[in-house]
């Protein structure tokens, strides 16, 4: 292949801009095929004199535009594409088709850490389903969901967040979505037609529950939770909340104000959803117990996830009703198709069955304890007055406010041009503010601090 030429005099852009730019220039020209494999990182790294870390930003980049495609345990390959083909009148005979394997295996824009997660465990769990179980994938899910995983997920509960559940009284679901749906349709059959929600909040829920034909009114949130005095009174309703890690403020509601709010649910005849979003993973202290535990009059629904503690690819949600609600969704769930794949659902059983599940989340604890450290310090080091870390406590992501006359969306697009994963926090709440989510999760340790100091040289500019 044509050598890779870098002219590291003209100092008008970072060097893996330049060396991006070269890449491309060959590319288009002919210069370099399709197909043709290019230098690995540490090999150009060393021709060119720059830093691995340069090199890995350069076809990143190319890899975000399509010039190349990466290989697992391969390597980069130039795409094959047609710079012509705009200035073609012919149809199919004269277009340029890459193989089916560019389609379907695209590499992600981000830097991703697969140390996170034990997919080696994962998948002796799946060949445990199915060698030895396989018979049971010919018929269809439970729509209340698989009964081995409902009472794997009725142990784990109960020892580490004080949720009292029996099995019959747990809903699975794929997602956040078909969850809420299921309980839209209980909250109405028992009466219910109004959700309060935190304020600010997840936006996504809001759109749910309005979706559904709820009423909604937004309750203010301050540093130990939702107002309490602001919920409706002398009518049935619902309000939803996330008590052990608030989003997007991370604020802990304390024990006392759990009891002022449960208190209120049965003066009121009404229903708390207790959202214990990434409660597991708090990284300063234990874990904070959930308020299930604390409801001795059937008041409380609790909600959890898989997402964050597993990979996101799993779509395994689930919640635990109080009696009524679940002989609810009993006398109705045959109207319905259970949309979490089987096979994962009996996966993840025999996955927290043996243990994998809860030292996987030891591992994350530790780990990005350590990633969240090194962020903030990074942030301080390289950007003291211009970025300022907002929540700092527990999660898979870092709230950050940027001091920048840049909109959101471009220090977003800035941060995905290093490979690091940024979104408006607007995007996802109902508050009005210019700050970001940073999803520092991803990113693996040794590469944090490289990262953000390019970040912040690539905002400054």
Excluded at 145 to 159: D, H, M, T, W
Excluded at 202 to 213: E, T
Aim: charged residues 20%; glycine residues 6%.
């Amino acid at each position: 292949m044509k050598p890779i030429l870098l002219n590291q005099d003209d100092n008008r852009d970072f060097l893996y801009i330049q060396l991006y730019e070269a890449i491309k220039s060959d590319i288009l020209s002919g210069a370099m095929s399709a197909g043709e494999k290019l230098p690995s990182l540490r090999s150009l790294s060393r021709e060119l004199g720059i830093s691995i870390t340069t090199t890995e930003l350069a076809y990143n980049q190319l890899l975000v535009e399509g010039y190349v495609i990466s290989k697992p345990q391969s390597g980069y390959y130039v795409a094959s594409i047609n710079p012509e083909a705009g200035l073609s009148a012919g149809g199919q005979d004269n277009a340029s088709f890459a193989n089916l394997e560019d389609y379907t295996f695209e590499e992600s824009p981000y830097i991703t850490d697969l140390s996170c997660f034990d997919f080696n465990k994962w998948k002796k769990c799946a060949a445990r389903v199915f060698n030895d179980y396989s018979r049971l994938l010919l018929f269809e899910s439970d729509p209340q969901g698989e009964p081995a995983l409902r009472y794997e997920i009725s142990k784990y509960i109960y020892r580490f967040r004080g949720v009292t559940a029996s099995p019959d009284c747990i809903v699975i679901g794929a997602g956040t979505q078909q969850i809420t749906s299921h309980l839209s349709r209980i909250l109405r059959k028992m009466g219910i037609n109004h959700v309060s929600l935190e304020a600010p909040g997840y936006l996504p829920v809001q759109s749910m529950f309005r979706d559904a034909g709820f009423n909604i009114s937004h309750i203010p949130v301050s540093k130990d939770g939702i107002n309490i005095s602001k919920l409706p009174a002398n009518i049935s309703s619902a309000v939803y909340v996330s008590p052990s890690n608030q989003f997007p403020t991370g604020a802990v509601m304390p024990v006392g104000r759990r009891y002022e709010l449960l208190d209120w649910a049965v003066d009121n005849g009404s229903i708390i959803i207790e959202d214990d979003y990434d409660s597991e993973l708090r990284y300063f202290g234990k874990p904070v117990p959930a308020m299930q535990g604390l409801d001795k009059h059937n008041r409380v629904v609790y909600l959890g996830s898989f997402s964050s503690t597993l990979f996101p690819a799993v779509k395994i949600s689930y919640m635990v009703l109080p009696d009524e609600m679940a002989d609810i969704f009993r006398s109705i769930k045959d109207q319905y198709t259970q949309t979490c794949s089987k096979a994962e659902q009996l996966t993840l059983a025999f996955f927290m069955e043996d243990g994998y599940y809860y030292t996987g989340i030891k591992k994350l604890r530790s780990l990005y304890a350590q990633k969240l450290q090194t962020v903030i310090q990074a942030f301080g080091r390289y950007a003291p007055d211009t970025v300022e870390p907002l929540d700092t406590q527990s999660g898979i992501n870092l709230t950050v406010k940027v001091h920048s006359k840049k909109k959101a969306s471009q220090l977003c697009s800035e941060a995905k041009s290093v490979g690091l994963q940024m979104v408006p926090l607007s995007e996802v709440t109902d508050q009005s503010t210019s700050a970001l989510i940073f999803y520092y999760n991803q990113v693996p340790l040794n590469q944090i601090d490289h990262l953000i100091f390019n970040l912040v040289s690539i905002w400054s500019n």
